[in-house]
């Protein structure tokens, strides 16, 4: 079946631009998650939602940050005024209910100049 | 001190070989322990998944955790260069925090 999808895969932005990153998760997937990668190191835990409610955002690194995910299915993180230090690999997961394990998709590559 | 700890390495190792990789963590309340591979610009792939101590055999991976010293570790038999990637050990409940990622190259 369908996995996680993200889009756009690479992003290039302007110091100051905003930027919005979609994430589709696998069909019938109740939770969502929104990571951060950089560069050599692992996946850091951004933001959670269980269906349209955002039960955890105590990663999102400023409020700068915002995601949304208003029907419960698709959900876009949206990054405004981006700096230098928001370039990395940002990361959507979904996960079944009664589970914890979670599935990935391929990323979206942000590069900030 | 990061809650999950792994060697970045790089690791390599010849075809063949049997390839132990590691992680400590902190929080002794975690429970629910997994290692992902990420192939170079891919996201990470759910490889094995443990429910608190013990091991766990999925063809040539194993995966063992032990609650009591807080250290997984996921071994590969008969590695083959396709494994060639970078492993990520992960823990957590909602939320996973993850090891740094070890690359691992397996040589021809």
């Known amino acids: 079946g369908a996995g996680v999808s993200q889009s756009p895969r690479y992003k290039v932005a302007k110091r100051g631009q905003d930027v919005a990153l979609r994430c589709d998760p696998i069909s019938g997937h109740v939770s969502l998650f929104w990571y951060q990668q950089a560069l050599g190191q692992g996946p850091e835990f951004l933001t959670y939602f269980q269906n349209e409610a955002q039960l955890d955002k105590s990663g999102l690194p400023s409020d700068r940050f915002f995601a949304e995910r208003p029907e419960g299915s698709v959900s876009t993180l949206k990054i405004q005024r981006t700096q230098q230090e928001d370039s990395a690999v940002y990361l959507c997961a979904s996960r079944p209910d009664a589970t914890y394990e979670q599935y990935f998709g391929p990323g979206t590559r942000l590069t900030v100049t | 001190q990061k809650e999950v700890e792994q060697d970045p390495g790089p690791l390599s190792v010849p075809e063949g070989a049997i390839v132990s990789l590691n992680c400590t963590y902190s929080?002794?309340?975690?429970?629910?322990f997994m290692w992902y591979r990420q192939y170079s610009r891919k996201g990470p792939e759910l490889l094995m998944y443990?429910?608190?101590?013990g091991n766990k055999e999925d063809g040539r991976f194993t995966a063992q955790v032990d609650k009591s010293s807080k250290y997984i570790s996921l071994f590969i038999r008969d590695s083959q260069p396709s494994d060639s990637a970078t492993y990520l050990c992960a823990t957590g409940a909602q939320k996973l925090v993850f090891g740094q990622g070890t690359r691992l190259t397996i040589n021809p």
């Open positions: 929080n002794s309340a975690f429970q629910y």
């Open positions: 443990t429910y608190s101590s």
